[in-house]
T-cell receptor
Framework: SQELEQSPQSLIVQEGKNLTINCTSSKTLYGLYWYKQKYGEGLIFLMMLQKGGEEKSHEKITAKLDEKKQQSSLHITASQPSHAGIYLCGAKLYSSASKIIFGSGTRLSIRP | DTEVTQTPKHLVMGMTNKKSLKCEQHMGHRAMYWYKQKAKKPPELMFVYSYEKLSINESVPSRFSPECPNSSLLNLHLHALQPEDSALYLC????????????FGPGTRLTVT
């Protein structure tokens, strides 16, 4: 979606290293969702952020929503092979919207 | 339990066939969704049901016909599909519509020959 830009498109990281994936919107975000997808499979819900400045963590994954609510970052600490996959950010761009628009995804590979 | 199930896992159908995809959730969610995902692309919303009523139709061709028989079940009826309709079809559900995270099923890989 042009409304939601995700970067980088792909990432190869040495096991044990940290990494960050960014998601930028051209509009105010009313809900920001991070999902992980293995190739050809369903999406696994990771985290949801709604308030500017909000930060959530789950195991070694931390997501933040910036104060202006137009950008989010996903940070993985000490990456492991199990972190490999496609990370998708999704956003609700209107306060009353039920529709999630997804970014193009970041393909993450972990090098042993 | 955050499980959404989808059947079948794989489906191959001819352009003259009629088939159905099935989705089920037992989380008490009142909103259910169908998405279409082409290879190396993000999911794209097709339909949204809220309280068993069609809430959103993203201008999907009529050869795709959704049905929500009850709050736990969502079907997608397929008829006279085209090869370009081949894709991964994902079902999702959420507690409500606004602001709630959506939980996805594993998808049905559809191939139209």
């Amino acid at each position: 979606s042009q409304e939601l830009e995700q970067s980088p498109q792909s990432l190869i990281v040495q096991e044990g290293k940290n990494l960050t994936i960014n998601c930028t919107s051209s509009k105010t975000l009313y809900g920001l969702y991070w999902y992980k997808q293995k190739y050809g499979e369903g999406l696994i819900f990771l985290m949801m952020l709604q308030k500017g400045g909000e930060e959530k963590s789950h195991e070694k994954i931390t997501a933040k929503l910036d104060e202006k609510k137009q950008q989010s970052s996903l940070h993985i600490t000490a990456s492991q092979p199990s972190h490999a996959g496609i990370y998708l950010c999704g956003a609700k761009l209107y306060s009353s919207a039920s529709k999630i628009i997804f970014g193009s995804g970041t393909r993450l590979s972990i090098r042993p | 339990d955050t499980e959404v199930t989808q059947t079948p896992k794989h489906l191959v159908m001819g352009m003259t066939n009629k088939k159905s995809l099935k989705c089920e959730q037992h989380m008490g969610h009142r909103a259910m969704y169908w998405y279409k995902q082409k290879a190396k692309k993000p999911p794209e919303l097709m339909f949204v049901y809220s309280y068993e009523k069609l809430s959103i139709n993203e201008s999907v061709p009529s050869r795709f016909s959704p049905e929500c028989p009850n709050s736990s079940l969502l079907n997608l009826h397929l008829h006279a599909l085209q090869p370009e309709d081949s894709a991964l079809y994902l079902c999702a559900s959420s507690q409500g519509l606004a602001g709630d995270e959506q939980y996805f099923g594993p998808g049905t890989r559809l191939t139209v020959t």
